[in-house]
């Protein structure tokens, strides 16, 4: 007999799973980086910590809430184009006022 159940039925489930899913990768990465801040080695929460593409025309999606939906592998390889940094950090590079050391500029993110 087939499942008659709907999303409407389980969409609440669906959507803490998803979410669950989302912060368990999220650490995943996080400790796949390293688990600190490059620049400043902040490591006090997983969840200040994001990935900054070091070269942007190499990216092919972002890690953020809505990147973590894919499979690890592919994650892994979007990863391996980036730098872990903290919030504060990745601010600044964005806006001018941090710049990537030459050590992480020529270095072979892989």
Same mark, same amino acid.
């Given at each position: 007999?087939?499942?008659?159940?709907? #999303?409407?039925?389980?969409?609440?489930? &669906?959507? $803490?799973?998803?979410?669950?899913?989302?912060?368990?990768?999220? $650490?995943?990465? !996080?400790?796949?980086?390293? +688990?600190?801040? =490059?620049?400043? +080695? #902040? *490591?006090?929460?997983?969840?200040?910590?994001?990935? %900054?593409? =070091?070269?942007?025309?190499?990216?092919?999606?972002?890690?953020? !809430?809505? +990147?973590?939906?894919?499979?690890?592998?592919?994650?892994? $390889?979007?990863?391996?184009?980036?730098?872990? !940094?903290?919030? *504060?950090? %990745?601010?600044? &590079?964005?806006?001018?006022?941090? $710049?990537?050391?030459?050590?992480?500029?020529?270095?072979?993110? +892989?």
């Amino acid at each position: 007999m087939p499942d008659k159940r709907k #999303y409407a039925d389980r969409a609440e489930y &669906i959507k $803490q799973a998803v979410a669950k899913r989302r912060r368990k990768l999220k $650490q995943l990465i !996080v400790e796949y980086k390293g +688990g600190k801040c =490059v620049l400043c +080695g #902040y *490591n006090k929460s997983a969840w200040v910590l994001e990935l %900054h593409h =070091v070269d942007g025309s190499t990216k092919e999606f972002g890690l953020s !809430v809505r +990147g973590l939906t894919r499979s690890w592998e592919k994650l892994k $390889q979007e990863a391996d184009k980036c730098i872990l !940094v903290c919030a *504060n950090c %990745h601010r600044e &590079i964005h806006a001018g006022i941090t $710049q990537l050391p030459k050590e992480i500029l020529g270095w072979k993110l +892989g």
